[in-house]
């Protein structure tokens, strides 16, 4: 069982940055994609960004191509996503996935959630 705690959201204005952390217990992720997905109000979650398992493969949403960058650190079993450039429209709750699949930007494609944290962007 893998246990997802995201961290990081907050309150920024328009043109900001946010790093948001993904940490994982109760075993490795080292061999999942990870995966970032967020939830505007009133919209359906949608996928964000993902990394495989040792960083080679990246996917991201064409929304967020060029702003935001997803990488990872095995050894501290922990998922980053570093948002710069950040529009009113980004403001959504984000969460963080495992997969077991590759390159995986399907939210049927991961089995493990995290509880999400708020990213909320003033214009």
């Known amino acids: 069982q893998v246990q997802l705690v995201e961290s990081g959201g907050g309150l920024v204005q328009a043109g900001g940055s946010l790093r948001l952390s993904c940490a994982a217990s109760g075993r490795t992720v080292s061999s999942n994609t990870m995966g970032w997905f967020r939830q505007a109000p009133g919209k359906e979650r949608e996928f964000v960004a993902a990394?495989?398992?040792?960083?080679?493969?990246?996917n991201y949403a064409d929304s967020v191509k060029d702003r935001f960058t997803i990488s990872r650190d095995n050894a501290k079993n922990t998922v980053y996503l570093q948002m710069n450039s950040l529009k009113p429209e980004d403001t959504a709750v984000y969460y963080c996935a495992a997969s077991g699949m590759r390159a995986a930007t399907k939210q049927a494609s991961y089995g493990y959630w995290g509880q999400g944290t708020q990213v909320t962007v003033s214009s």
């Open positions: 990394i495989g398992w040792n960083g080679g493969s990246r």
